[in-house]
């Protein structure tokens, strides 16, 4: 009883020192709350974007989008229908073939290469296929994004380990993905996205390939480091998710984009 | 232990071996060719100062039935001249070649066992002209011809005029080859490393997805062809040392004095052994600046 009990303790200490490290706790130990008004800044606009391949038709068109610094979004909708190609330029992979797209308030068309870089250094992204190296340890992938940054060594190993062990993946620290399950590569791809405290988080499908028991393990994580102050969005297309978190959903139909807020009875949705 | 792994694992690369290989041959080229430009060099020197500061008088052969009369007519004919030149203030020494110093000479025409008493061969003076002196070559010309008859003056120029053009064109050449090197070298480095980052494209994206900088994925390709540089440059310049010094032997067996003269010096030796330094520095800089360019255009 006494050793579960400590273990509960300590499980404690580590997300609240993470909370702390990650600052949206204040030195008394409060959560800084998020504030929901209008006047919080968009991490991500735009206006009248289309997205098409070489000389082929568009595959989203006119899509208008203001995501809000600390919201919470599900992207839904068929295959094919551009969810991936709308994560892609969230995070600064593709550019639009039209329209405005601004990232942390630059116009990414406008944008060089370098900048682009110190931007993506805020957004963390969990892919479908994981997109791990497979060469190097956990340790190492999840350290990737501090050592593109220039971390000092000792910072990185400091980091990376807290947070392996915040996952429960510190025994594996040396191991290479592909001895690793499904679940376990999951979850260094997750860590890989939040080792850098990201000011936005892309899921594409991160529950697609994980056994039933472990998505809604991976969901809560989200929804923490999203009460932490960063803000989500997660592609997917599982309905049961959906419907077990109230968040809003951004649907792609017919190559634009309409929102559904959980309250919202009619089926038809708003546009945003 | 965590050791930190490069997250392009470039080491593993096959375009790796073929690099290590064209460098190692590049470099082999440049030290031999830069050996042989700097011995060239040295031997221009060398004819230079001797123009500057030597001189040749011939003493032309008495002809008469009595050989021995003819001999030692020349042989007077030589003293006078060597008097002459003794008493003029701007020369320092007049020494007249010995016998068997004229046999060496003419031995690669006629080979051994020639007696120099029984041929009409001219008589050579050598003579050392002092530091810094000018001397009016024309004026010297005239009052040894009135002391000697026999003798006439040379002061080289005229034949080592053809040597150092011939020696400047082997020079052009040389470095012809020393820039053509180089440039097939940096070639190789550029279209191996495109090879290669078309190769780790998947990694690159990552790399770029986390928010790495061009510069970033170029640091990784400068290090491992600096070290790909220095290692196959040191392997390129151990091969070329044993050739140097074997195309130098070769050299100094060919008899006349004139290739003799091709020595290297420390200077040079240091310039030849710090190529596996220059080899690197080019992998790098080409590489670096192969992965920028490749990246902006790729991505």
């Excluded at chain 1, 899921?203 to 999203?226: Q, S, W, Y």
């Excluded at chain 1, 807020?261 to 009619?266: A, E, G, I, L, Q």
Aim: charged share 20%.
């Amino acid at each position: 009883m006494h050793k579960k009990h400590l273990i509960k303790e300590k499980k404690y200490f580590i997300k609240y020192y993470i909370c702390y490290k990650l600052k949206v706790l204040n030195r008394k130990g409060v959560f800084i709350l998020l504030n929901k008004d209008s006047s919080i800044p968009a991490i991500i606009e735009m206006q009248n974007v289309g997205i098409r391949y070489g000389q082929g038709p568009e595959i989203l068109s006119d899509i208008k989008l203001s995501l809000k610094k600390g919201s919470f979004h599900f992207l839904t909708g068929k295959s094919g229908a551009g969810k991936t190609s709308l994560l892609s330029m969230m995070y600064l992979a593709q550019k639009p073939s039209r329209g405005i797209v601004n990232v942390f308030g630059k116009n990414v068309n406008f944008t060089n290469r370098d900048s682009l870089s110190l931007l993506r250094r805020k957004i963390g992204v969990v892919f479908q296929d994981f997109r791990l190296l497979d060469h190097l340890s956990a340790f190492d992938n999840v350290a990737l994004p501090l050592r593109v940054c220039g971390m000092d060594e000792r910072e990185v190993r400091k980091r990376v380990k807290e947070l392996l062990q915040w996952v429960e993946l510190d025994r594996h620290m040396l191991d290479t993905p592909a001895t690793l399950s499904g679940g376990e590569k999951q979850r260094i791809a997750i860590a890989r996205a939040v080792i850098n405290r990201p000011e936005l988080l892309l899921a594409d499908e991160p529950t697609g390939n994980v056994d039933n028991d472990i998505a809604p393990k991976l969901m809560k994580l989200f929804v923490e480091l999203n009460k932490l102050g960063t803000t989500v969005v997660i592609a997917t297309h599982s309905e049961k998710l959906i419907n077990d978190f109230n968040y809003p959903r951004l649907h792609l139909q017919n190559r634009g984009l309409r929102i559904f807020y959980p309250n919202d009875v009619s089926g038809l949705g708003g546009n945003i | 232990m965590i050791n930190r792994k490069q997250e392009l694992p470039l080491k593993d690369d096959s375009s790796s071996l073929f690099l290590q290989v064209m460098i190692t041959i590049a470099v082999f080229l440049f030290a031999v060719t830069l050996a042989g430009v700097l011995s060239i060099n040295s031997m221009l020197l060398n004819w230079n100062q001797s123009i500057l500061g030597s001189l040749t008088v011939q003493i032309m052969p008495v002809n008469s039935i009595d050989k021995d009369k003819a001999r030692e007519e020349t042989l007077e004919h030589q003293n006078k001249a060597v008097r002459f030149l003794e008493s003029r203030p701007e020369i320092e020494k007049a020494v007249p070649l010995k016998d068997e110093q004229l046999e060496k000479l003419i031995r690669p025409w006629l080979g051994d066992g020639t007696n120099i008493g029984d041929l009409p061969v001219p008589r050579l003076i050598d003579v050392k002209v002092k530091k810094g002196e000018n001397i009016n070559f024309a004026e010297l010309a005239e009052k040894l011809a009135n002391a000697s008859p026999q003798a006439s003056l040379d002061n080289h120029k005229l034949w080592l005029n053809k040597l150092i053009r011939f020696a400047d064109g082997l020079k052009m050449l040389a470095m012809s080859i020393l820039l053509l090197v180089v440039t097939i070298a940096s070639g190789a480095i550029f279209y191996s490393t495109q090879t290669s980052l078309g190769l780790h494209k998947y990694i690159i994206e990552i790399l770029h997805m986390m928010g790495a900088k061009d510069t970033y994925v170029a640091q990784q390709y400068a290090k491992r062809t600096a070290y790909l540089g220095l290692t196959s440059g040191a392997a390129g310049l151990a091969l070329a040392v044993p050739a140097i010094f074997a195309i130098s032997r070769l050299a100094e067996q060919i008899e006349g004095g004139i290739i003799s003269e091709a020595t290297l010096s420390w200077g040079s030796w240091v310039l030849i052994l710090s190529l596996p330094l220059f080899s690197s520095l080019i992998a790098t800089v080409t590489a670096y600046y192969t992965v920028k360019r490749t990246l902006e255009k790729m991505m």
